[in-house]
T-cell receptor
Framework: DAGVTQSPTHLIKTRGQHVTLRCSPI?????VSWYQQVLGQGPQFIFQ???????GRGNFPDRFSARQFPNYSSELNVNALLLGDSALYLC???????????FGQGTRLTVV | RKEVEQDPGPFNVPEGATVAFNCTYS??????FFWYRQDCRKEPKLLMS???SGNEDGRFTAQLNRASQYISLLIRDSKLSDSATYLC????????????FGSGTRLQVQP
């Protein structure tokens, strides 16, 4: 069975640009969450989606947005990129009612 | 104060050693607890869930003390392949299932 898949794996963007990151959850998982991990820190929660509805948002500016599609895949969008947005962006999927989360390999975003 | 606190390490131990990691969490309403393992530049992988009764999986033992808001992970007979960062993770359900991660404790097992 395929695990959580994310694309792209690496990305280099310039300050001010926008970026779209994609995630496909494990088959049967309807909940998708996004996390940002900067070097030396643990992942920080950005968003959670379930059945296409936003269930939660972390302490991130409005430049960050996300959505979930009918097939439960998800996109994370970041506008007006800043140098500080450089990080590993992780997508996790889980079964509703089960807090155990399974992560994709992440997208490493570098803003220059 | 961070919601989940861990000693960042690094812990440098010889093969075969026993090593213990500790973690404290600040939200007494937290409901679920986990240890994740993260290899360098890879995604976190679930190592084990942590229960109040304690649980063991091979060489790994996890304990939870709700009264002290303290979680531990014990690794016995360390292997070179155990070298990684160990993340203490807490779930506090407030209408969303967001995991709160500690900064991780780095373990380096040496031959």
């Amino acid at each position: 069975d395929a695990g959580v898949t994310q694309s792209p794996t690496h990305l280099i963007k310039t300050r001010g640009q926008h970026v779209t990151l994609r995630c496909s959850p494990i088959s049967g998982h309807k909940s998708v969450s996004w996390y940002q991990q900067v070097l030396g820190q643990g992942p920080q929660f950005i968003f959670q989606y379930y059945e296409k509805e936003e269930r939660g948002r972390g302490n991130f500016p409005d430049r960050f947005s996300a959505r979930q599609f009918p097939n439960y895949s998800s996109e994370l969008n970041v506008n007006a990129l800043l140098l500080g947005d450089s990080a590993l962006y992780l997508c996790a999927s889980s079964l509703e009612g089960n807090p155990e989360a399974f992560f994709g390999q992440g997208t490493r975003l570098t803003v220059v | 104060r961070k919601e989940v606190e861990q000693d960042p390490g690094p812990f440098n131990v010889p093969e075969g050693a026993t090593v213990a990691f500790n973690c404290t969490y600040s939200n007494s309403a937290s409901q679920s607890f986990f240890w994740y393992r993260q290899d360098c530049r890879k995604e976190p992988k679930l190592l084990m869930s942590v229960y109040s009764s304690g649980n063991e999986d091979g060489r790994f033992t996890a304990q939870l003390n709700r009264a002290s808001q303290y979680i531990s992970l014990l690794i016995r007979d360390s292997k070179l392949s155990d070298s990684a960062t160990y993340l203490c993770v807490v779930n506090t359900y407030t209408g969303r299932r967001a995991l709160t991660f500690g900064s991780g404790t780095r373990l380096q097992v040496q031959p």
